[in-house]
C-alpha cells in the first residue's frame, strides 16, 4: 500500500473529526464486521469460490478491511509496511519452503 493511500485514507477521517471516535477496541470490532462482510461475498456461492460475478461487492468489502486495518495501525501508532515486513519474517520461519511447498498444513501440524 502507497504512502499515499494511507496519507488519504487518513485525511478522509480527518476532514470529518472522525479521530475522536476510533478506538483500538472499535476498530478492531469494525474490522471484524467488515471482514464478515467480506465473507458474505463468497456465502452460497456452492463451487465458484472465486465468485467473478460479485467482484464489485468484494472489491468494496475488501476496501472496508483494508481501510479500517490502516485507521488501526494510525490509532495504534504502528507503520503498516513495518509490521507486515516483520510478520513475513515470523512466516518464513514457521514455513520455509521446502517444508511448505504446496502443503496446506499449518506449521505445528506438519512433521519434523
Not at 464478515?36 to 461475498?41: F, K, Q
Not at 481501510?67 to 507486515?84: Q, R, S
Request: with cysteine.
Amino acid at each position: 500500500m502507497t504512502e499515499e493511500t494511507i496519507r488519504n485514507v487518513l485525511k478522509f477521517r480527518d476532514a470529518r473529526n472522525w479521530k475522536q471516535f476510533h478506538n483500538p477496541k472499535d476498530l478492531a470490532i469494525s474490522i471484524s464486521l467488515e471482514a464478515a462482510e467480506l465473507l458474505e461475498v463468497f456465502q452460497w456461492s456452492a463451487e465458484d469460490v472465486n465468485c467473478e460475478e460479485k467482484q464489485d461487492k468484494l472489491r468494496e468489502e475488501l476496501a472496508d478491511v483494508l481501510i479500517y486495518c490502516i485507521l488501526m495501525a494510525d490509532i495504534c501508532g504502528l507503520e503498516p509496511d513495518e509490521i507486515v515486513r516483520e510478520k513475513l519474517k515470523r512466516n518464513e520461519e514457521k514455513y520455509p519452503v521446502e517444508k511448505s511447498y504446496g502443503s496446506k498444513e499449518k506449521y505445528c501440524e506438519r512433521e519434523k
